[in-house]
Nanobody, 115 residues
Framework: QVQLVESGGGLVQPGGSLRLSCVAS????????MAWYRQAPGKERELVAA????????NYADFVKGRFTISRDVAKNTVYLQMNSLMPEDTAVYFC????????WGQGTQVTVSS
């Protein structure tokens, strides 16, 4: 059974930073494509950043380029999202996603950017 468990969300002031973590189990992490999505109230879920399994190539949404960084630690079965220069419009529930034959989702972690 695949499980994705996110952590690291919270309340932060504009301009601040957070690091999200997602621990994966039940899949072969080394070859799984991993990603972070987010969903704000009243909006559709959207891709934030992705990293491929075998090659480690990364891809970012235009609205986070230069501010967010996705990375993975194969030894810990963990994917991270380092978020810097946070803005109020980054407020959303952030979901971890794994793709290995099918899509798997975590339960989400709330990120709120507000003064």
């Amino acid at each position: 059974q695949v499980q994705l468990v996110e952590s690291g969300g919270g309340l932060v002031q504009p301009g601040g930073s957070l690091r999200l973590s997602c621990v994966a189990s039940g899949l072969y992490f080394r070859t799984a494509d991993m990603a972070w999505y987010r969903q704000a109230p009243g909006k559709e879920r959207e891709l934030v950043a992705a990293v491929t399994g075998p090659g480690g190539s990364t891809n970012y949404a235009d609205f986070v380029k230069g501010r967010f960084t996705i990375s993975r630690d194969v030894a810990k079965n963990t994917v991270y999202l380092q978020m810097n220069s946070l803005m109020p419009e980054d407020t959303a529930v952030y979901f971890c996603n794994a793709r290995q034959g099918t899509f798997y989702w975590g339960q989400g972690t709330q990120v709120t950017v507000s003064s």
